[in-house]
């Protein structure tokens, strides 16, 4: 079933978190399916190749999502599980943790490395952000240079959602609304730039709605 709307994160991030001598280095990224987590955790293990654990949790892609997590050689319980759980109480899909842990000589017990594994993933997210997502129909409204600053700030003003600008000839702003504003922002296109905008609609496309 196709997601109506969800929360990710916004950005790439990477904390350290010290206890007892033991370093966690969580390293948090969005992702769009199981490959590219799989991909990020790769890298994570090159990057750190003489770390004793590279612990993971992930939910990404769509029909169906898929979820992992690992251990990585901690007790059974105590550090992938943690990670996954911070993971689904704040509700986030297509993202990874990576929580990698240089030990340092001292025991945390299994409750300990719960705990810690629970504040890195936590501290990386923080780090990350957090975006709600929405699926909402997409417009590409390409119009001239002198136009593009004022037809931006009546946009948002309005309360709609823009895209990155893409600059050619023109510049082309990607223009975001429900099925239900469908008529009402056609209309106010028309009257901000007086009929001289190209407009393409381009079909259901996900958006960040909380930036």
């Known amino acids: 079933m196709a997601r109506d709307s969800w929360n990710t994160v916004e950005r790439a991030s990477r904390i350290e978190y010290e ?9 948090v990224a969005p992702v769009a399916s199981g490959e590219e987590a799989t991909d990020f955790l790769r890298r994570i293990k090159k990057e750190f190749p003489d770390a004793r654990h590279h612990v993971y949790a992930y939910r990404a ?11 990585d050689g901690e007790p059974s319980g105590t ?8 993971i689904l ?7 990874i943790c990576v929580v990698t842990r240089y030990f340092g000589g001292i025991l945390l017990g299994t409750g300990g ?9 936590s501290q990386g997210i923080e780090a990350a952000g957090i975006l709600h997502m929405k699926m909402l129909e997409q417009y590409l409204v390409k119009l001239d240079y002198s136009m593009s600053d004022k037809f931006q700030y009546t946009m948002q003003k309005r309360g709609y959602v823009l895209g990155e600008v893409i600059y050619e000839d023109r510049p082309v702003v ?3 609304c429900t099925k239900e504003e469908k008529e009402s922002l056609l209309a106010l296109i028309n009257d901000t730039t007086s009929g001289r905008a190209e407009v393409t609609y381009v ?6 709605c909380n930036v």
Not at 203 to 208: E, K, R, S, T
């Open 19 to 27: 206890v007892k001598k033991s370093v966690f280095i969580a390293d």
């Open 61 to 71: 892609g769509t029909s169906p999502m898929e979820q992992r997590y690992s251990d």
């Open 79 to 86: 550090a992938g599980m943690p990670v996954l759980d911070v």
């Open 89 to 95: 109480h704040r509700e986030l899909e297509d993202m």
């Open 113 to 121: 490395l719960t705990r810690a594994y629970s504040t890195a993933a």
């Open 174 to 176: 990607p223009v975001f």
């Open 203 to 208: 079909g259901a496309a996900p958006a960040a």
